[in-house]
């Protein structure tokens, strides 16, 4: 099945900095999505982006699926930006529906 | 987006028991809904994929016996955690989509403790 992998899996910010979280996957893909869980165990819907440019808040995403890679863009981090964000895709390559789940990035913005 | 409802949040058992999931999807219909575990600091694992009206299929190394999924309509699928163990203590969380192909909703999860 399709590998994804994340970096870096921590990453410590001040509050107000910006950061850049990466997703690497080993085959073509034509859904990836990015999630934010909260601690309470809760997955956060952030992006489903297949291929392409999107944005929302200081939050913003870019798939180059040509090259096997996302990026997740977040600026001006908050406190309440901390938790474990992750990016999942198909499991076993394009046709298929279930996710295959990265390691993480675990985030912790500070004051 | 859409809405899919995990019932319970949290359950403490009493090792030997036998503890139901229920994952609802709220405002859509589903005809195939996805169970995954995660264990503390680590990330989501596929257990199996509940089909409404069929079979459940289950991923390697887990045991369906242990781990009993039924999807009975088109919005419920349940897991029930039978004979729980300590060592099945984990979170578990189901997720579900309105379309093939489409972006994936995730309950709430449910936390099990088994004591």
């Known amino acids: 099945g399709i590998q994804v992998e994340q970096s870096p899996p921590d990453l410590i910010l001040q509050e107000g900095a910006n950061s850049t979280l990466r997703c690497n996957f080993s085959?073509?893909?034509?859904?990836l999505q990015w999630f934010h869980q909260n601690p309470w165990g809760q997955l956060i819907n952030l992006f489903y982006?297949?291929?392409g440019t999107k944005q929302n808040g200081r939050l913003s995403a870019t798939t180059v699926a040509t090259e096997r890679y996302s990026l997740l863009y977040i600026s001006s981090s908050q406190t309440t930006d901390s938790g474990v964000y992750f990016c999942a895709a198909p499991y076993s390559g394009a046709g298929s529906y279930q996710l295959t789940f990265g390691k993480g990035t675990k985030l912790s913005v500070i004051p | 987006g859409a809405v899919v409802s995990q019932h319970p949040s949290r359950v403490i058992c009493k090792s030997g028991t036998s503890v139901k999931i229920e994952c609802r999807s709220l405002d859509f219909q589903a005809t195939t809904m996805f169970w995954y575990r995660q264990f503390p600091k680590q990330s989501l694992m596929l257990m199996a994929t509940?089909?409404?009206?069929?079979?459940?299929?289950?991923e390697q190394g887990v045991e369906k016996d242990k781990f009993l999924i039924n999807h009975a309509s088109l919005t419920l699928s349940t897991l029930t955690v039978t004979s729980a163990h300590p060592e099945d203590s984990s979170f578990y969380i189901c997720s579900a989509r309105p379309e093939m192909n489409t972006e994936a909703f995730f309950g709430q999860g449910t936390r099990l403790t088994v004591v």
């Open positions: 982006i297949p291929s």
């Open positions: 509940s089909n409404e009206g069929s079979k459940a299929t289950y």
């Open positions: 085959d073509s893909v034509n859904n």
